[in-house]
């Protein structure tokens, strides 16, 4: 029997004195800050379909490059016989680095984190984490390589380096070292010694991967008629169609049809039914259904990287602010009100229109400017806290600034900031779906917000399906950070939680 069911029946069959009370008898044990939390955002009916919306978000996020691809899975060659010569994976081969490294994450990072290890869970959602960040930052420094060695201006030394056979290796080991190194001084770990081995050992993974997909294959896709030819047998994934497979000579087609000369079959292929368009095409002929799985890593990643950025600018001046008071509050307050000024989505354009038009750019824009909200949350926070115990205690034994700040202070006074980081998320998508709806979004990238824009089209006619499936895709991640973050409101409000009592 549950010991909260034994306290309940005792409770009911006798009195309980005030020495029983104070000896600890008949209490429920005590719960955790966060478990206590979560039990009651898990009472939310709507915060719980928020969050299997967004955890349904999340893993097209991961799987959609194999999931919806218009490279088959396993392709045979044939012989004049018709006998298979050899075989290969079209669709393993055209996956880029990042799609790997994400597919890693998302298949051995759950394990990770549930597997019974002596390390707690926290310290290890850190690891992983920093992690991320590594591999995002490697493979940033990568691009900015060879975008600036293939470039028209180069000076021909480094034309003559990009076209060796050491180029790649060479490019991908300084990426690696140079985006590793300031990772080994972030305190993921307890130990210095398990620090360096994980940097060391995200950044040789996070090598290989960009050196052998270094440069990705041009995206043709002229299986279907090779197999019309006999030429090739292919098997593809579950959506056979990629989110930038055009075919002009398609018009508008609405979900459920089917090309008339179509030979990638989903039954029988005798019977000639071909793979329909589950969620109809665009009017460049492009599948709707792929780029709506795929536009949700898009929608993911700007939303987590940007508010990331963002918690980090504002955590770290609103605890300056808190601690010290005085006229490094005044200073730094004023900044806060600066920035707190700008319009983010006129900014947002603007950048557009003379920066490149990229993702990057885009979460380094929203996260630089939109981190106000986390200052002062931490400032109040840090106000409430420096006069406390601890942190007496804490400065008395000469522990430095950044211990007291960030790991003593900030345990104490993040949770608001938490709270405003699931409003900040859905701000972000929404950010993003309007500049991909006004056309300056990431350029030959999936986005709902461009599916939505393409619902009327050149001559002026409403094509439903591009309208409803990505404009439900947009209201229902919103609505679900939304409600994720008012229920945890809810669930710290300390007045709240005194009325619970």
């Known amino acids: 029997m549950p010991r909260a069911e034994k306290t309940t029946r005792a409770v009911s069959q006798e009195a309980v004195s005030g020495v029983q009370l104070m000896s600890g008898a008949y209490q429920a044990p005590a719960k955790s800050f966060w478990v206590d939390v979560w039990g009651q955002v898990f009472r939310r009916p709507g915060a719980v379909m928020g969050i299997f919306w967004v955890a349904v978000v999340a893993f097209f996020a991961i799987f959609a490059p194999v999931l919806a691809s218009g490279h088959p899975l396993i392709l045979w060659e044939l012989d004049e016989a018709g006998n298979a010569v050899s075989w290969s994976s079209p669709l393993f081969q055209s996956l880029t680095a990042v799609d790997l490294l994400i597919l890693a994450a998302g298949v051995f990072g759950p394990l990770w984190l549930l597997l019974p290890l002596k390390s707690k869970r926290s310290d290890r959602m850190m690891r992983l984490v920093m992690g991320a960040g590594q591999a995002g930052v490697i493979l940033l420094i990568a691009g900015q390589i060879d975008s600036y060695a293939s470039g028209r201006d180069v000076a021909d030394w480094v034309r003559s380096m990009e076209r060796s056979p050491m180029f790649v290796p060479l490019a991908a080991a300084v990426s690696a070292v140079v985006g590793s190194i300031p990772f080994f001084f972030i305190p993921m770990a307890p130990t210095l010694r398990t620090r360096i081995v994980f940097v060391c050992f995200v950044g040789v993974l996070v090598a290989l991967c960009a050196g052998t997909r270094w440069s990705a294959p041009l995206s043709t896709f002229d299986y279907e008629r090779r197999e019309m030819a006999g030429e090739i047998r292919a098997v593809y994934t579950v959506i056979p169609y990629s989110p930038n497979q055009r075919r002009l000579d398609l018009d508008l087609l609405p979900p459920g049809a089917v090309a008339a000369d179509s030979t990638k079959f989903i039954g029988d292929p005798e019977e000639g039914a ?228």
């Open 274 to 501: 071909g793979a329909p368009y589950r969620m109809g095409t665009d009017s460049q002929g492009q599948d709707v259904l792929s780029q709506m799985l795929h536009a949700c890593r898009l929608s993911i990643s700007i939303g987590l990287v940007s508010t990331g950025i963002a918690v980090f600018i504002g955590v770290t001046i609103g605890a300056l602010m808190g601690y010290f008071g005085g006229w490094v509050d005044m200073v730094l307050y004023r900044v806060v009100e600066v920035f707190m000024a700008i319009p983010v989505l006129f900014l947002l354009i603007v950048a557009a229109a003379v920066l490149p038009r990229n993702v990057f750019v885009m979460m380094a824009i929203i996260g630089c400017v939109t981190w106000t909200g986390a200052a002062r949350f931490t400032r109040a926070e840090f106000y409430r806290l420096r006069n406390q115990d601890f942190v007496q205690a804490a400065r008395a034994v000469g522990l430095p600034l950044r211990s007291i700040l960030f790991r003593h202070m900030l345990p104490n006074g993040v949770t608001p900031v938490l709270v405003d980081a699931s409003f900040a998320i859905a701000a972000a998508i929404l950010a993003e779906a309007i500049l991909s709806f006004l056309g300056l979004g990431p350029i030959d990238q999936a986005s709902w917000g461009r599916l939505l824009a393409d619902a009327t089209n050149e001559v002026g006619a409403f094509i439903w399906w591009l309208a409803i499936f990505p404009g439900f895709a947009i209201f229902l991640t919103v609505l679900s950070y939304n409600m994720i973050g008012e229920a945890l409101r809810d669930a710290i409000d300390p007045k709240l939680k005194k009325a619970r009592v």
